[in-house]
């Protein structure tokens, strides 16, 4: 699945590739994806004539900036995007076919078929779902380290749920939660609020530090991820614990570790990231 770093990656890329072209009409071929309006001939009438000026991102969804709409995309699983001359044939799996007055397409194909599309009105598209729960963007100048240590401090929970949870923090997935505490020394299942003060500047540091490093190496992914320009994702060559179940930590040697935490493949060391007990009386629920 794509994480933030390859939603980012591919959001940059669109840029490159579709700024300011002028939607001619749309084809939906599959009306699943568009989830807003719900009926697709709507959904493909309202795009008519409106020109993308820019892309941004919210999390892992992508946000088309158009006239009078904000397209809010969703790749989920499997879902890509490609420009095309309009003369190409349809590939297999292409659901969605943005026409553009210059002659070129955008094409959105979805192996899966998990990936979604909502409509809104300019201004709306933020306060209601699926973008209107989300929590701090871990990329975003309001990511502080103060805005961090409120959100995660006096949780009871074990750290790692907490990171994946999306009403606190946007866009870290499976892979770089493991990545960022790997990196900042701390078990995944130490509970938020035996973290001491240091350990919490560590992680936010390490959150940051891994996203930054993955979006400049262009995003990765477990399976053949691809980018807007068929580009494959560098970073997968760059995890230092995620996937590397049984082989040697690059830090001290020990063998990694994987288990499950919150229904989650998790990678661990176990002597980089030991599993301290900071509180005199466990808690029940252990
Ligand atoms: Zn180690």
Redesign the pocket.
Known sequence: MPELPEVETVKRTLNTLIADKTIESVDVLLPRIIQKPQDPDLFAALLQGQTIHVVERRGKFLRFILDDYVMVSHLRMEGRYGLYSSEEQLELHTHVVFHFTDGTDLRYKDVRQFGTMHLFPQGQDLTQPPLGKLGIEPLDESFTFAAFRERIAKRTTKIKPLLLNQEYIVGIGNIYVDESLFLAGIHPEREADTLSRPELQKLHAAIIQTLQDSVEAGGSSIKSYVNGQGEIGLFQHQLKIYGRKAES??????E?QKTVVGGRGTHF?????PLKRTRKTKKSKE
């Open positions: 930590c690059y830090q001290c040697g020990a990694i060391c176990p002597e980089c990231q």
